[in-house]
């Protein structure tokens, strides 16, 4: 199984970023898959879930601004991410939600400065 994240990077507060993460290795049309991430110094937070249905699910922090998809086709999940703020600045990292858990991508680094 294997989760590869892209897509993050240094943007000015307002701006945009869109997160992808492609999977292996797992049925991926029938999982749910979402992201979490990690600020220096703060444990791992829920960010926004997807299910198989397409069904989203958002942490407060995100609702609004973040907007999470699945293309079954390319095995790819992304979130879109909009008015970023210097709050959003953390690791963020996909996950898929099997049976024996969840199992977690590497990480891409979001930084929000001016």
């Known amino acids: 199984v294997q989760l590869q994240a892209s897509g993050g990077g240094l943007v000015q507060p307002g701006g945009s970023l869109r997160l992808s993460c492609a999977a292996s290795g797992i049925i991926f049309s029938s999982s749910i898959m979402g992201w979490y991430r990690q600020a220096p110094g703060k444990e791992r937070e829920w960010v926004a879930s997807i299910s198989s249905g397409r069904r989203m699910n958002y942490a407060d922090s995100a609702m609004g601004r973040f907007t999470i998809s699945r293309d079954n086709a390319k095995n790819t999940v992304y979130l879109q991410m909009n008015s970023l703020k210097p709050d959003d600045t953390a690791v963020y990292y996909c996950?898929?939600?099997?049976?024996?858990?969840?199992?977690w991508g590497q990480g891409t680094q979001v930084t929000v400065s001016s």
């Open positions: 996950f898929a939600r099997l049976s024996g858990g969840n199992v």
